[in-house]
Each structure stands twice: as structure tokens, then as C-alpha cells.
């Protein structure tokens, strides 16, 4: 059985650069295996602009993010193998894969960094009352088919969900020629970056019906009509306030899941909120050598930030195996408490907090303009920090001001909880 240090499961922007961030620290036999047939993921059918910004300084394209990794995996000659389907993980990092040219193989690591994205959450997920006819498609889908293969997929269209991937949609179809009559969001508030609301739906005039959710589909063999009503506060339709639409297209953007089904099969249980794995400031997942970056841990709002947290495990999986798979130290639980959706990671390393490197991420569970974040020990205050304009769609960080004023020495093994409250608008 052939055996390679690292092996990277998922050749996205993520995947790469947790590669050529474990070669820039020594490791020489990296493995990138990759389902699609060429380096990238879903960069590739991403065409409009705006990635790049925080990891090249300027506005590039999907496609052109990817080939900047691609290219500089190439010139490190980091092995690839794309058309690769990665059948099974095992606790001993044996990592079992199947393809056209070898047929089922299996190999051992000596660490694995799991970088395989997410999908899109199905129609079957979303109760919509009405038949299934042609015509309904997730955004994602329609954003291949238009983007990659040159077909309309529709001419009249309605949009569920607001979020990134369903505003971008929005504009792209309207570019194309289509009629997006709407986008209904069932919160109060959008799913997705407030500047892809500007340029996406307030720049073209496309109207955004928040607190709203398709309650009926019309159509017998092609979609002919949507009906969407208003929702109250606990999402439920209210009666008397349907609008009908005449659309021959609905496209569903209703989120993202982590494509975890690996260590679903393992039994590794995975966060409740992000459905991502747990894991500690190294990104090492409960089983030792195990990493997890990118959106197969959390979904994330910009591709630099996957490629920010690629890097990190990658240079955490080098340091494992430059450890020989001995533990970093003890860790500290961090929890998310009122106001906060969700922390990541799960688990601090005490010797980050001890040594004032101690950084987390953090999504708000609603729009704060004013709002001070907290941790606390149990019912007692550690640091606060303050922050403005936060939302639900925007991932939020703390570094290690947070951290500071606590007493780490004396640190019981108690988890910690990170909260927001809001602050009152200053006179």
C-alpha cells in the first residue's frame, strides 16, 4: 500500500493551498485528489469578479483564482489526480479512492486535510406545495448550465433565497436576457453579502421580498406561476397576503450543506449549527491527523477566506507530522452563546491563549449596529471587545484582545461562551 505524507481530499481553492502551504513547510509527497476533472471546484463556473481581493489585491474571476493555485501547484509538481471519487476514510488515515485509469485503490497518510466544499440543499428539503413540473432548479445547477455548457435554463424568472450564489444568479440571468420578476427570503433580513445585494438586485432593480416564501408552485408539464406569501415570526405562512408571479423558471437558493459524508460514515459526530466538523485552532478534526478547511467545515462568504483557512491546516498538518502525531497540548472548549450563530473553531489550543494567538471566528445570529462581544467563563466576564453593523451574512473574527485580560494559568478546564449584546446608539 503506497503511503504519502499528506493527502488532500478536494482540489478547490481550500485544497490547494493547504498543499502548497504543507510544501512551503517540507512536506515532499503530497497527494491532491480531486472529483472533477480539472483543479478548481465550483471557481470554475463562478465567472463574474470579485475574488481576489484580500489574497492577490486585486478583482479576478473564479476561473482566474483557481489557475493562480493551480499553476503554482504545477510548478511545485504537487501529484493531482482529477476524476477521482474518494470512496472511504479510515481512523488510521487510510484514504480509499476510485478512478477510470487505476479502478479502486487504497493508500495511507500520514496526514489527511479534508477540503471538499458543500453542496447545495435540495428541492426535496425545501415544502413546497404544488406539483413538479420542468423548470425548478437550484441555483448552483443553473449557474453550471448557463456558465459552462451556454444554455438558458429560463426566461421568466423567480428566485428563492437571497443568498450569495441566488443574488449572483439574479443579475447573471438578467444579463443574459431573462425577466427576474423577485427574490423571496424567508428571514427578515438577506442571506448573503451586502455588496451582492447592491450590485446584484438594487443596481438592476430586482425586488428582494423579505420575511416571504414560496408557498405554491403552478404548472403541469413546465413551471407557469409561483405564489409567495408573507411569513410571520416563526416562519409560517399568514394568510391573505399571497402574490402570484408568472414565471416559467424557479430557482431555489436555499443554502449549503458541508460535503462531510466521509466523516459521517466514520461516525464522527459534526457540529449541530454548521454540520462541519469540530475542531481546534489547528483545524485538526477529533481524529488525530484529520484537517478540515474551507466550506467542508463551515460555509464561508468569501473564496480568500478558504484559501486564508487552507493554509492554516496545511502548515497545521506539516507541524502533526513533524511532531511524529504527538497532541499540540491541552485545549479549552469555546462555546456559542446568546446572539452568536455559531464559534469556530470549537477547541483552543491553551498554549495559543497563554501566548496571546489565540483567534476565533464567529457568525451573529442577528443585525447588531452596536454590539459588544463577551466571553465569559461560566458566569464570569473575561474580555469584551466591541463591534458595529453586524449580520448574519458576514463571518466576524476576534483576535486576541479578546483573550488578553484572562488569566490562563488558572484555567480550570471550564468551556467558554462568547456572546453579543447590544449596545445602545450613543446621543
Given at each position: 500500500m503506497k503511503k504519502y505524507e499528506l493527502v488532500v481530499i478536494g482540489g478547490g481553492s481550500g485544497g490547494m493551498a493547504a498543499a502548497l502551504a504543507a510544501r512551503e513547510q517540507g512536506v515532499r509527497e503530497i497527494l491532491i485528489l480531486e472529483q472533477g476533472e480539472e483543479l478548481g471546484g465550483i471557481l470554475l463556473q463562478c465567472i463574474h469578479n470579485g475574488f481576489g481581493l484580500h489574497t492577490f489585491g486585486e478583482e479576478l474571476t473564479g476561473p482566474a483564482y483557481a489557475e493562480r493555485y493551480a499553476d503554482r501547484v504545477a510548478a511545485e509538481k504537487i501529484e493531482?489526480?482529477?476524476g477521482t471519487f474518494v470512496r472511504k476514510l479510515g481512523r488510521g488515515r487510510t484514504v480509499s479512492y476510485v478512478n477510470g485509469q487505476e479502478g479502486?485503490?487504497?493508500?495511507?497518510?500520514?496526514a489527511v486535510v479534508l477540503a471538499m466544499g458543500c453542496r447545495e440543499r435540495p428541492w426535496g428539503a425545501v415544502s413546497i406545495p404544488g406539483s413538479r413540473p420542468a423548470g425548478v432548479w437550484t441555483a448552483g445547477t443553473a449557474q453550471r448550465y448557463l456558465n459552462l455548457e451556454g444554455y438558458m435554463v429560463g426566461r421568466r424568472v423567480w428566485i428563492l433565497g437571497s443568498g450569495d450564489i441566488g443574488m449572483i444568479m439574479a443579475r447573471r440571468m438578467t444579463l443574459e436576457g431573462a425577466?427576474?420578476?423577485?427574490?423571496a427570503e424567508i428571514m427578515p433580513h438577506p442571506g448573503g453579502l451586502p455588496r451582492n445585494r447592491r450590485q446584484c438586485l438594487e443596481d438592476f432593480g430586482i425586488p428582494l421580498y423579505l420575511s416571504h416564501t414560496v408557498t405554491g408552485i403552478r404548472g403541469r408539464d413546465r413551471v407557469e406561476a409561483v405564489e409567495i406569501s408573507q411569513v410571520d415570526g416563526d416562519r409560517r405562512p399568514i394568510a391573505g397576503t399571497e402574490k402570484t408571479f408568472e414565471?416559467?423558471?424557479?430557482?431555489?437558493?436555499v443554502g449549503l450543506i458541508p460535503e462531510n459524508h466521509l466523516l459521517e460514515e466514520l461516525g464522527v459526530s459534526l457540529h449541530p449549527r454548521t454540520r462541519?466538523?469540530?475542531v481546534d485552532s489547528s483545524y485538526e478534526t477529533e481524529i488525530p491527523g484529520v484537517f478540515a478547511c474551507g466550506n467542508v467545515l463551515h460555509v464561508h462568504d468569501l473564496v480568500?477566506?478558504?484559501?486564508?483557512?487552507?493554509e492554516q491546516a496545511g502548515r497545521a498538518a506539516a507541524a502533526y507530522l513533524k511532531r511524529g502525531g504527538s497532541a499540540p497540548g491541552p485545549e479549552a472548549a469555546i462555546e456559542a452563546g446568546p446572539g452568536v450563530s455559531y464559534v469556530l473553531p470549537q477547541r483552543l489550543l491553551l498554549p495559543d491563549l497563554k501566548a496571546g494567538q489565540a483567534q476565533v471566528k464567529f457568525r451573529p445570529s442577528g443585525r447588531f449596529k452596536r454590539a459588544r462581544l463577551e466571553l465569559f467563563l461560566g458566569g464570569r466576564l473575561l474580555g469584551t471587545v466591541r463591534k458595529r453593523y453586524l449580520e448574519p451574512a458576514v463571518m466576524e473574527t476576534a483576535?486576541?484582545?479578546?483573550?488578553?485580560a484572562a488569566d490562563w494559568d488558572t484555567w480550570d478546564g471550564e468551556a467558554?461562551?462568547?456572546r453579543l449584546t447590544e449596545e445602545e446608539e450613543e446621543p
Amino acid at each position: 500500500m503506497k503511503k504519502y505524507e499528506l493527502v488532500v481530499i478536494g482540489g478547490g481553492s481550500g485544497g490547494m493551498a493547504a498543499a502548497l502551504a504543507a510544501r512551503e513547510q517540507g512536506v515532499r509527497e503530497i497527494l491532491i485528489l480531486e472529483q472533477g476533472e480539472e483543479l478548481g471546484g465550483i471557481l470554475l463556473q463562478c465567472i463574474h469578479n470579485g475574488f481576489g481581493l484580500h489574497t492577490f489585491g486585486e478583482e479576478l474571476t473564479g476561473p482566474a483564482y483557481a489557475e493562480r493555485y493551480a499553476d503554482r501547484v504545477a510548478a511545485e509538481k504537487i501529484e493531482v489526480k482529477t476524476g477521482t471519487f474518494v470512496r472511504k476514510l479510515g481512523r488510521g488515515r487510510t484514504v480509499s479512492y476510485v478512478n477510470g485509469q487505476e479502478g479502486y485503490v487504497t493508500i495511507e497518510a500520514g496526514a489527511v486535510v479534508l477540503a471538499m466544499g458543500c453542496r447545495e440543499r435540495p428541492w426535496g428539503a425545501v415544502s413546497i406545495p404544488g406539483s413538479r413540473p420542468a423548470g425548478v432548479w437550484t441555483a448552483g445547477t443553473a449557474q453550471r448550465y448557463l456558465n459552462l455548457e451556454g444554455y438558458m435554463v429560463g426566461r421568466r424568472v423567480w428566485i428563492l433565497g437571497s443568498g450569495d450564489i441566488g443574488m449572483i444568479m439574479a443579475r447573471r440571468m438578467t444579463l443574459e436576457g431573462a425577466h427576474v420578476l423577485g427574490v423571496a427570503e424567508i428571514m427578515p433580513h438577506p442571506g448573503g453579502l451586502p455588496r451582492n445585494r447592491r450590485q446584484c438586485l438594487e443596481d438592476f432593480g430586482i425586488p428582494l421580498y423579505l420575511s416571504h416564501t414560496v408557498t405554491g408552485i403552478r404548472g403541469r408539464d413546465r413551471v407557469e406561476a409561483v405564489e409567495i406569501s408573507q411569513v410571520d415570526g416563526d416562519r409560517r405562512p399568514i394568510a391573505g397576503t399571497e402574490k402570484t408571479f408568472e414565471v416559467d423558471t424557479l430557482l431555489l437558493s436555499v443554502g449549503l450543506i458541508p460535503e462531510n459524508h466521509l466523516l459521517e460514515e466514520l461516525g464522527v459526530s459534526l457540529h449541530p449549527r454548521t454540520r462541519g466538523a469540530v475542531v481546534d485552532s489547528s483545524y485538526e478534526t477529533e481524529i488525530p491527523g484529520v484537517f478540515a478547511c474551507g466550506n467542508v467545515l463551515h460555509v464561508h462568504d468569501l473564496v480568500d477566506h478558504v484559501s486564508r483557512e487552507g493554509e492554516q491546516a496545511g502548515r497545521a498538518a506539516a507541524a502533526y507530522l513533524k511532531r511524529g502525531g504527538s497532541a499540540p497540548g491541552p485545549e479549552a472548549a469555546i462555546e456559542a452563546g446568546p446572539g452568536v450563530s455559531y464559534v469556530l473553531p470549537q477547541r483552543l489550543l491553551l498554549p495559543d491563549l497563554k501566548a496571546g494567538q489565540a483567534q476565533v471566528k464567529f457568525r451573529p445570529s442577528g443585525r447588531f449596529k452596536r454590539a459588544r462581544l463577551e466571553l465569559f467563563l461560566g458566569g464570569r466576564l473575561l474580555g469584551t471587545v466591541r463591534k458595529r453593523y453586524l449580520e448574519p451574512a458576514v463571518m466576524e473574527t476576534a483576535g486576541p484582545e479578546l483573550f488578553a485580560a484572562a488569566d490562563w494559568d488558572t484555567w480550570d478546564g471550564e468551556a467558554l461562551s462568547l456572546r453579543l449584546t447590544e449596545e445602545e446608539e450613543e446621543p
